[in-house]
């Protein structure tokens, strides 16, 4: 009995003698582990990506909507000039003003609808591309840097000599090297 009492505690001094080289390794390794904090929201929207994609959507889609406000308003004068002048029509010339409005209208939004649709798939796919350009930034910045780990979005506090946003923001600005 006593010999089998006494392997356990060899065991158990063992056991103990691996964990404390594991946490002495693991606080070795921690200790040279190089961690930055982005604010990732701030690092897109300043980016200059995000605001060639931003110009490109506003020159894509700008002369359409100034297409569908004048569409607008110009159904807006069709619907008032027939209220203002229903009383001088025929029931007959109501009806197909009627009509022609409610089909008009029911045109509008749907050309609405497709270019708010069109607005929206080319804005996602813009600003897909423009995240992943980020994205590649703050990975090749951390490689070169010898940064183990980067954190974005869900850090609540960090020291803000860990913010790398502004030397990011920087290498994105820069003017890409002549290839």
């Not at 995240?131 to 840097?145: G, I, L, R, W």
């Not at 980067?150 to 506090?157: E, F, K, M, R, W």
Request: aromatic share 6%; charged share 20%; glycine share 4%.
């Amino acid at each position: 009995m006593k010999c089998l009492s006494r392997s356990r505690s060899v065991g158990w001094i063992i056991a103990v003698g691996l964990l404390v080289t594991g946490l002495a390794a693991a606080q070795a390794q921690a200790a040279t582990l190089k961690v930055g904090v982005v604010n990732y929201a701030v690092l897109v929207e300043s980016s200059p990506q995000y605001k060639a994609a931003l110009t490109a959507l506003r020159a894509e889609f700008l002369p359409k909507q100034k297409q569908l406000e004048a569409e607008a308003k110009a159904l807006r004068a069709k619907q008032a000039n027939l209220q203002r002048n229903q009383a001088t029509m025929t029931q007959d010339q109501v009806a197909q003003a009627e009509l022609d409005l409610r089909e008009k209208l029911e045109a509008f939004r749907k050309e609405s609808l497709q270019t708010q649709q069109a607005l929206s798939t080319r804005r996602d796919k813009l600003f897909t591309r423009v995240q992943k350009s980020v994205a590649a930034t703050v990975q090749h910045y951390a490689e070169q840097h010898g940064y183990s780990l980067v954190l974005a979005n869900g850090v609540i506090y960090a020291d803000p000599g860990m913010d790398i946003t502004p030397a990011l923001l920087k290498v994105l600005k820069a003017p890409a090297p002549a290839h």
